[in-house]
């Protein structure tokens, strides 16, 4: 009976192990991905932005006043929203969703300025 007991918790731990690195390797894709999302959305919302300070270059100094505001109520926003999300799993896709959508927001404010 012990040995069976020994060989039944070797087992599941091993099985744990396994399932925990596959759960890991999961987490690890979706995390990369969400990065490479808000990437490409914060590429996207500066090339918002270089148009209209092309198209207004009078305005330059308050269009990235502007951009450095947005930057700043983003941030706050995010860690407000994805608070009770901190230190889990789901942070980095949470966060990552967060900023995804405020830099969407923030490119569609940009690209409806008038020259």
Do not use: H
């Amino acid at each position: 009976m012990k040995i069976k007991y020994i060989l039944f918790t070797s087992y599941s731990a091993a099985s744990v192990a396994a399932f925990s690195e596959e759960e890991n390797s999961q987490l690890a894709s979706i995390n990369q991905k969400s990065s490479g999302e808000v990437k490409t959305a914060l590429d996207n919302l500066n090339k918002s932005v270089d148009t209209q300070i092309s198209n207004n270059p009078d305005r330059k100094p308050l269009i990235l006043e502007l951009k450095k505001s947005w930057r700043d109520m983003i941030d706050k926003k995010c860690q407000l929203e994805t608070f009770d999300s901190k230190g889990t799993d789901a942070e980095t896709t949470e966060v990552s969703n967060c900023l995804v959508r405020y830099y969407q927001e923030e490119m569609k404010y940009f690209d409806a300025m008038l020259p």
